[in-house]
């Protein structure tokens, strides 16, 4: 079966450093996205990658290894304002998204 | 570029009676749309993919003749909740595939919450 796996919550400090990670399984593979969404809000996306490595962007970075079917979202500086949640979705053969449950991100002060 | 826009916000009915939600690509033509529904602290849960000018494709456990899909457009996907009851309370949101060619990205629309009655 098709899977995805992140963890349900993390807690951060304000200026810090964060690496939430997700796991996946599919039948097929055409990249791994990762959204951001904020309580009663749509998703909004954040990153995709398709090849292994690590994709920077400001203060999101995105890393992926196919071969061990893992990723990991790091934000850095941490604000106030990246407390949301981070969904991990897997894209199979048939172009559709695998989601995640989604890891609920909490940042103190 | 690449906005969705989703038509009510949010919109409270009576058990029985029926909703339509109205999704819409802005700026671009869409010729796939996804229509998702989301529980209170729960992952998306897509509900069917529709195709400009065919009939939808449902997840298993979708009922067809409960939530009715049209995609008559390239910039029109609409969902209606018949005979709506407070178990299909919940927050639906619409997204946007492309033909942008250099990824697959969704485009969300900002959801329709519903509360049944």
């Known amino acids: 079966g098709q899977n995805i796996d992140q963890p349900t919550e993390m807690t951060a400090t304000e200026g810090a450093i964060v690496q939430i990670n997700c796991t996946y399984q599919?039948?097929?593979?055409?990249?791994l996205f990762w959204y951001q969404q904020h309580a009663g809000e749509a998703p909004t996306f954040l990153s995709y990658n398709v090849l292994d490595g690590l994709e920077e962007k400001g203060r999101f970075s995105s890393f992926l290894s196919r071969s061990k079917g893992y990723s990991y979202l790091l934000l850095k500086e941490l604000q106030m304002k990246d407390s949301a949640s981070y969904l991990c979705?897997?894209?199979?053969?048939?172009?559709?998204?695998?989601w995640g449950a989604g890891t609920k991100l909490i940042i103190k002060p | 570029g690449a906005v969705v826009s989703q038509h009510p916000s949010w919109v409270i009915c009576k058990s029985g009676t029926s909703v339509k939600i109205e999704c819409r690509s802005l700026?671009?033509?869409?010729?796939?749309m996804f229509w998702y529904r989301q529980f209170p602290k729960q992952s998306l849960m897509l509900m069917a993919t529709s195709n400009e000018g065919s009939k939808a494709t449902y997840e298993q456990g979708v009922e067809k003749d409960k939530f009715l899909i049209n995609h008559a457009s390239l910039t029109l996907s609409t969902l209606t909740v018949t005979s709506a009851h407070p178990e299909d309370s919940s927050f639906y949101i619409c997204s946007a595939g492309g033909d942008r060619g250099f990824s697959y990205e969704q485009y969300f629309g900002p959801g329709t919450r519903l509360t049944v009655t």
């Open positions: 700026d671009f033509q869409a010729t796939t």
């Open positions: 599919t039948s097929g593979f055409n990249g």
């Open positions: 979705a897997a894209m199979d053969s048939n172009y559709q998204l695998i």
